[in-house]
């Protein structure tokens, strides 16, 4: 008997220490945050849909307030509560981030400059030197060495969270510098004015701008684009006379159609100033001579429905690439200065069907085109008596465009290029000699890289509907297609965006872990043509989904990956994306990373208070017609979540964000977190200094990189 109770007690004994133990054990797991459920019914076209987490949206008034307010301080405390939660939950992996983190820094040259752009007598370059999150800004003058900084970036950026430079102009006669700064990261800028003679810093400043003052060639007239302070929209262009205040600038045009935005140039000639009024369909330009900004400003052709065009100054005739006539792929017509109605417009590159026209430049001597032809970009050199050739590109995808062309009187073309094992290259090329010369290639600081270590392809997949779709990619040689390989395939697929393949040094990170590298160039986006972009929005959208999930298959069944391996990156309309392939396929990805995405369409879309909605009505279509309300709806991500079981997901946003708003990711990771029916990952971090680009400096963005390639590495590792 005394020996059984001695049992019993030593049972007891154990079953408690174990029950401690595993009680210990659960303590130390950590808990995700749950948000509060607030119902509120939103009623459109006899429907009702139910948002549980629409209190997480706050105006920007109770954002900036210096106290926030009970309803401010709750979602402060939510956010800062997925922020706790995904750095406990991936403390595990600090010393993996931080190794990755010193890996893409340390590839990055610290003592860098830029090649040099030649206009009016100088030689602008940026500068960075060790240490600095941000460049020094430089010129010379072409017949002298000695170097001028114009701005100290590092000076200016010191003590703020976030700093981002806009453009800097300096006036015709060299001696004043127009700058914008961002401090917020709403890309809601403030101009500044320096004398560059003095180093004087000029009273006047410009605040609620584009980004952007454009010189006449007074030297002390700017014009510039502000912005709706609600919506963000830039719907005015002022003028400005120097050493009087902005109260009294002169309104000079007022955009206020609220599906259009507005902007302002100059022509590369110089000679005139431009205000370009944008839609996604349509586009309209008015002119006025740059040596009178008192004149009077000239339509150049008024704006019709489906009517694009886009204009610029060579001698005696504005040239215009517009989808006049039908040409959807766009074609190059001019007009005399004093004739500009579109009745007037000759052509001088006729429409093709198989080549979308992306841009020109005009040289006194010859027409350069950059053009899209089988998906790929290509340069074509024209001289004015119709003789032509083409540029030659050998790597089986890339990336090339045409830059920093200011001078009319050259046999010089400067170009940039890229590939996935090409780091950025600038190139001079002598368009009559057809020598070209290296001017700077980017440096990789790891004495292991060599683009021989890595082999990339371009291929077709063919997806449901039997369009075939390009897929670039890249992997380190000795890759075996065995269904083994991690992949991350991105895509984006909206707002006729290429997303052509270039070098990302960040990559190589994953690359040399054994993962591949995938882009999947879907419909949304331009790369086959204007079509392409067509077929992939409005009433199409869903093509753009199927295309990625199609991708993926592919790329499983050709043996490069398989669902356990296989992840999927987007950003922006891409996180919207990312939205709907894990509704609509979950089972495909072992993990997924949604930076700042667009999920809430239908409520977004709806409101047309908040910035970017009117004038995307023609991307997305105006839910407030019931046929677009019920096609989005059906795939809006936050509308679909649903009782079923999700991938990992690594969601990404920032609080200041004026493009996707920081409530849509955050009522998406809370509704997920509500009826997912699995134990896989979901984290949110949420900047909450920056906005929708992300942290500013030159080396900080890299932090979230790191989480990023952490998150995905990390699994894999549980794959092992």
């Not at 190794?99 to 590839?107: H, P």
């Not at 060495?145 to 969270?161: C, Q, T, W």
């Amino acid at each position: 008997m005394k020996l059984y109770f001695k049992c019993f007690f030593v049972l007891l004994l154990l079953q408690f220490s174990c029950k401690k133990q595993e009680s210990e054990v659960l303590a130390e797991v950590p808990k995700p945050p749950i948000a509060k459920i607030e119902p509120k019914e939103l009623t459109i076209h006899g429907d009702t849909r139910i948002d549980n987490y629409f209190w997480m949206r706050l105006s920007d008034e109770q954002k900036n307030a210096e106290t926030p307010d009970v309803q401010t301080q709750e979602v402060l405390d939510y956010l800062n509560a997925e922020n706790e939660y995904a750095e406990e939950v991936m403390s595990h992996t600090d010393s993996l981030q931080q190794v990755l983190f010193d890996e893409m820094t340390g590839r990055i040259k610290k003592d860098d400059e830029s090649v040099p752009v030649t206009h009016n007598g100088y030689s602008y370059f940026t500068k960075f030197e060790a240490g600095n999150d941000y460049p020094l800004y430089c010129r010379s003058k072409t017949d002298s060495s000695a170097v001028e900084v114009m701005l100290n970036g590092p000076e200016l950026a010191k003590g703020l969270a976030y700093f981002g430079m806009g453009a800097r102009n300096v006036s015709t006669d060299n001696t004043i510098i127009a700058y914008a700064v961002d401090t917020i990261s709403r890309r809601q800028y403030t101009v500044y004015f320096k004398n560059l003679k003095t180093g004087e810093l000029l009273a006047d400043k410009l605040v609620n701008t584009n980004g952007s003052a454009v010189w006449a060639n007074d030297n002390s007239t700017v014009f510039y684009s502000t912005k709706d302070p609600e919506t963000l929209r830039s719907d005015k262009i002022y003028k400005h006379t120097l050493g009087t205040p902005q109260s009294e600038d002169v309104l000079v045009f007022e955009e206020t159609d609220e599906t259009y935005r507005c902007g302002v140039f100059k022509s590369k000639s110089d000679a005139y100033i431009f205000i370009g009024s944008f839609q996604t369909l349509a586009t309209e330009y008015r002119y006025i001579d740059a040596t009178t900004p008192d004149g009077t400003w000239k339509v150049v052709q008024p704006r019709e429905k489906d009517l694009e065009y886009h204009v610029d100054h060579y001698a005696n005739h504005f040239y215009i690439r517009t989808n006049k006539d039908g040409a959807k792929n766009f074609k190059l017509m001019e007009t005399p200065i004093n004739a500009t109605g579109k009745e007037h417009w000759v052509d001088v590159i006729p429409h093709r069907d198989d080549v979308l026209l992306e841009d020109f430049d005009l040289f006194k001597n010859y027409l350069v085109l950059t053009e899209r032809q089988g998906g790929l970009r290509q340069i074509r050199v024209r001289q004015w008596d119709g003789s032509e050739y083409y540029l030659k590109f050998n790597d089986p995808t890339y990336m090339v465009y045409t830059t920093s062309n200011l001078d009319f009187d050259t046999d010089v073309l400067r170009y940039n290029y890229s590939s996935l094992t090409t780091p950025m290259s600038t190139f001079e090329y002598n368009m009559k000699t057809k020598d070209q010369v290296l001017l700077k290639q980017e440096e990789i600081l790891d004495p292991d890289f060599s683009p021989e270590h890595y082999t990339s392809e371009r291929l077709m997949a063919t997806v449901t509907d039997g369009t075939q779709v390009p897929i670039s990619l890249v992997y380190k040689k000795g890759m075996v297609k065995n269904g083994e390989n991690p992949l991350l395939l991105y895509g984006y697929g909206s707002y006729g965006s290429t997303m052509d393949a270039s070098f990302n040094s960040s990559v190589l990170s994953l690359l040399d872990r054994g993962f591949i590298y995938a882009i999947a160039h879907i419909r949304g986006g331009e790369e086959m043509g204007r079509q392409w972009y067509e077929n992939g929005k409005l009433l199409k959208k869903k093509n753009t989904f199927t295309d990625f999930i199609d991708c993926g298959d592919y790329l499983v069944k050709e043996k490069f990956t398989s669902p356990e391996h296989l992840y999927a990156m987007g950003g922006s309309a891409g996180g919207l994306l990312m939205g709907a392939i894990v509704n609509m396929k979950p089972e495909l990805w072992r993990g997924v990373i949604a930076a700042v995405p667009f999920v809430d369409v239908v409520s977004t879309m709806l409101d047309e208070s908040i910035p970017l909605t009117t004038f995307e009505f023609d991307e997305w279509g105006n839910p407030k017609d019931s046929i677009y309300y019920e096609y989005i709806k059906s795939y809006s991500p936050y509308d679909n979540v649903e009782a079923k079981a999700y991938p990992n997901l690594l969601i990404t946003t920032g609080y200041w964000d004026s493009q996707v708003q920081y409530w849509e990711p955050a009522k998406w990771i809370a509704k997920l977190r509500a009826l997912k029916t699995d134990d896989n990952l979901l984290i949110m971090d949420c900047n909450m200094d920056v906005g929708h680009g992300g942290a500013s400096g030159r080396f900080e963005r890299y932090k979230i990189r790191a989480l990023e390639y952490a998150f995905l590495l990390d699994l894999e590792t549980e794959n092992r």
